[in-house]
């Protein structure tokens, strides 16, 4: 199947799936947000949301230059994209030609190294317990930056860098040539990587390793494309309700007879903005009602109150949905009234570009905005909470427009070429093909270094895309020369 044979809709979306994917999500994420705050709504908006009303007060607020940086990616990103992919597009697919498919001997061997790798030092570390302590919103996010504070680096890149693009490789077999295998690995594939960032306590992560899913069947199936989008698009919803639902520890606690079942729980849903790499934000301190706890049963069987446990969750999930959509579209839409009036205001107030560019800055702009967004709720993770813009804005905030114009022209310049990816190459470079797309999502949230460098980023499937290439060549270069002297 070539992008030619797509037609319509689906052929324009598939040529064009990185840029849309960043300009989709910077839309929803972040514009949508503010054009709730400007509009006569606002103010109930931001109450709503839980954040300072004083937000609407801020001196720079929608002028005229808000409204440019808020805008700026419609206008450039598709003119740079256009261009790129008038340029490169033959280069690409002639470098597209030479990455070699991924056999199904060598996606087990470097799925399992990988599975081996994440749980000894899952094991090692003690994250199943460190897990299981999180019994609220607030003990859950200790619980996160524990976990954080005892993996290393190395294994957040596995977590959210290998293991999705080797499942995204099944996916895309599973999707081109079906089979029994590729139904199996991709299932297995999926509930390992769930599993795996459940555990470290992060919602977003798993919520867009679906949303790739969803865009490798929908890319690369031969039938029913828009039904596998609208269905696995119902999953993706259903996923982050429930994911947050247990990440955010919304759901009561199991409870024995000895406790009254009548009690309905108010519990305050206190969440942090996470660190940038992983885009966790923090929403509004709002109140989830009306959650009754069961008892537990003596003498129950393990499914049954697994049933009843998955009931409760579900439950708390239905509830807690207003809360967990203001969530979605507040998170980092809130953000952009602050850095364009802090940086404005104080351009130099992390030291700017050169400053960033050293290890450990003592200033980072996703900091620096964090403390003075909930300085006056007295929040318990000021200094350590971060709460990061997309690539444009950061960009401001560390050089003014110079550097949100290079950044924003950087981003699309990489997004261009992420385009011109075929999808009748490899299921190697397919799937590469895919996590471009979710770093068209990055881009919309955290600073452009974070898109490739960050335990997500691009880099990393990019270094084991290319090592299995040499490691290829390698091997059929020995094969060849040993044949030849027979």
């Known amino acids: 199947m070539s992008y030619n044979s797509i037609n319509g809709f689906r052929g324009y979306f598939c040529r064009n799936l990185q840029p849309i994917c960043f300009l989709v999500a910077y839309f929803v994420l972040v514009v949508l947000g503010n054009l709730i705050y400007a509009s006569p709504f606002g103010l109930r908006a931001i109450e709503a949301f839980g954040y300072p009303v004083a937000t609407l007060k801020l001196n720079h607020i929608f002028t005229l230059g808000y409204w440019v940086l808020l805008f700026m990616p419609f206008v450039v990103t598709p003119m740079i994209v256009f261009l790129v992919k008038k340029t490169s597009v033959n280069l690409v697919e002639c470098f597209a030609k030479k990455i070699p498919e991924m056999t199904k001997a060598w996606l087990i061997v470097l799925f399992s190294l990988s599975c081996i790798f994440v749980l000894s030092n899952f094991y090692k570390c003690g994250v199943f317990e460190i897990f299981q302590s999180g019994k609220d919103s607030v003990s859950s996010v200790e619980a996160r930056f524990e976990i954080r504070e005892r993996l290393h680096f190395g294994v957040f890149i596995v977590i959210q860098a290998i293991v999705p693009y080797l499942s995204y490789v099944a996916v895309t077999n599973l999707s081109k040539k079906g089979g029994a295998f590729w139904y ?56 982050y309700l429930l994911i947050s639902t247990v990440v955010f520890r919304l759901a009561p606690e199991p409870m024995d007879n000895s406790v009254s079942t009548a009690s309905a729980i108010h519990e305050k849903a206190h969440i942090d903005q996470h660190q940038a790499g992983s885009q966790e934000a923090k929403p509004p301190k709002l109140i989830v009602t009306e ?4 008892a537990i049963q003596p003498g129950g069987t393990n499914l049954a109150v697994s049933a009843e446990r998955a009931a409760v969750v579900s439950e708390a999930a239905i509830s807690a949905t207003p809360m967990l959509m203001m969530h979605l579209l507040s998170r980092m839409s809130i953000v952009v009234p602050y850095y364009y009036q802090e940086f404005t205001d104080h351009p130099s107030a992390c030291g700017g570009i050169l400053a960033q560019a050293r290890p450990g800055p003592v200033c980072r702009p996703s900091t620096y905005i964090y403390n003075k967004l909930f300085v006056s709720s007295n929040d ?9 813009a997309a690539v444009h804005i950061t960009g401001y905030a560390v050089g003014g427009w110079t550097v949100a114009i290079f950044a924003l022209l950087c981003a699309s310049v990489i997004l261009g070429v992420l385009s011109c990816i075929p999808v009748n190459a490899s299921s ?59």
């Open 184 to 239: 199996v690995f991709s299932l297995v594939s999926i509930l390992i990587a769930s599993s795996f960032f459940v555990m470290i306590n992060m919602k977003w992560p798993v919520v867009l390793y679906y949303v790739g899913v969803v865009l490798t069947i929908f890319v690369h199936t031969e039938k029913y494309a828009y039904t596998k989008a609208v269905v696995g698009g119902l999953i993706v919803i259903a996923t």
């Open 291 to 294: 959650i009754v706890p069961k």
């Open 380 to 388: 318990q993770f000021i200094g350590l909470g971060t709460s990061p």
């Open 428 to 486: 190697t470079v397919s799937a590469f093909g895919i996590v471009g797309a979710l770093a068209g999502y990055h881009f919309s949230q955290i600073p452009g270094e974070g898109v490739i460098f960050y335990e997500h980023g691009l880099f990393w499937p990019f270094l084991l895309m290319a090592g299995y290439t040499c490691a290829v060549w390698l091997f059929n270069s020995k094969t060849m020369a040993a044949e030849s002297a027979l």
